[in-house]
């Protein structure tokens, strides 16, 4: 099946273009950002060398989704998507951190507590809490934001003032509206009958210094998902929750011997791993957006979106 994993557009008053692990994000005129949601497949901070069909279009979709539910919370960069796989909207200039929230131990927080470890990024997590369970409340735990490839790497709130990375009153805004976010991002999953584990947000500055959501929120990307009405039972007998995210990827990869360390061998992965995977994503989009998945067309992806990308800028 056909997929996007790179992108070399060359869009009218265009001015650079960056790859990140997953997006190639267009500068036009430093007015507008265009940003093209590929099906490259990313795990541990390293990019695996197959795409995965229909990805990119699932991940951009559901941000679509998530940003327009949630834009009466937070204003963000959304101004349109015209292609299933393209969104543009506002440049910012965004924050050094990602704001890491997290409702449940689980993912790198529950490896870590099952390595000894009772904090995370200066927050404490309490004792005898067993994989999974819920927290009392919701903990942030930031990220400085990744450079070139490198990894990111858990900081803590006092850090990050220490090191002026952002202002007092700033982080406060942002601690604020991460609070907010999640709370309805659980809102929106427990009406689909699911539970929002945890998630990342990413903000920024608009040319007018207003601080703005930007990039992605509530994609299987960003956030982790388990099933509500199997979440009880699961806990009370220890058994792993049945979740949507890319854990499932982690931890194919885990099992064959792959963390994203040195020396390290990314396990070969055929036709039907690859379509499973594809299956899982669009399993995840219907049940987050509650909306049947319409396959875009993919016979050939790239004319299809420097076409419609073209046609919006023109009818600007």
């Not at 998902?225 to 699961?234: A, G, I, K, M």
Request: proline share 4%.
């Amino acid at each position: 099946m056909n997929t996007i994993t790179r992108t070399d557009f060359n869009f009218p008053n265009q001015i650079s273009k960056y790859s990140g692990k997953v997006r190639d994000v267009y500068n036009i005129d430093n007015k507008l950002l265009i940003m093209i949601a590929s099906d490259r497949l990313s795990a541990f901070d390293v990019i695996l060398p197959r795409g995965i069909p229909f990805k990119g279009q699932i991940l951009n979709q559901i941000a679509s989704k998530m940003l327009n539910a949630t834009s009466h919370i937070v204003p963000n960069w959304l101004e349109s998507s015209p292609d299933p796989n393209v969104s543009i909207g506002e440049i910012c200039v965004p924050f050094k951190i990602e704001m890491v929230i997290r409702g449940y131990l689980s993912g790198h927080a529950a490896r870590l507590y099952n390595s000894g470890f009772r904090k995370i990024c200066g927050v404490n997590m309490p004792d005898r809490m067993k994989e999974n369970d819920k927290f009392p409340n919701p903990i942030i735990t930031p990220t400085t934001k990744a450079v070139d490839g490198n990894h990111d790497h858990d900081i803590s709130k006092e850090d990050i003032l220490k090191n002026n990375i952002i202002s007092k009153n700033e982080y406060s805004m942002l601690e604020e509206y991460t609070y907010k976010l999640y709370k309805e991002g659980c809102r929106i999953a427990h009406d689909q009958g699911l539970i929002l584990v945890d998630t990342k947000y990413e903000f920024g500055k608009n040319s007018n210094g207003k601080i703005m959501l930007i990039d992605e929120i509530h994609t299987p990307d960003s956030s982790r998902y388990f099933y509500l009405d199997s979440y009880t039972e699961l806990q009370k007998i220890k058994s792993p929750q049945k979740q949507l995210s890319k854990e499932f990827v982690r931890q194919w990869l885990i099992s064959n011997g792959f963390q994203g360390k040195d020396g390290q061998k990314i396990p070969k992965m055929n036709d039907d791993y690859i379509n499973g995977v594809s299956e899982r994503y669009i399993e995840l989009f219907e049940k987050i957006t509650g909306s049947k998945f319409i396959k875009g067309n993919t016979k050939n992806i790239q004319k299809r979106i420097e076409e419609n990308v073209k046609n919006y800028l023109k009818s600007r």
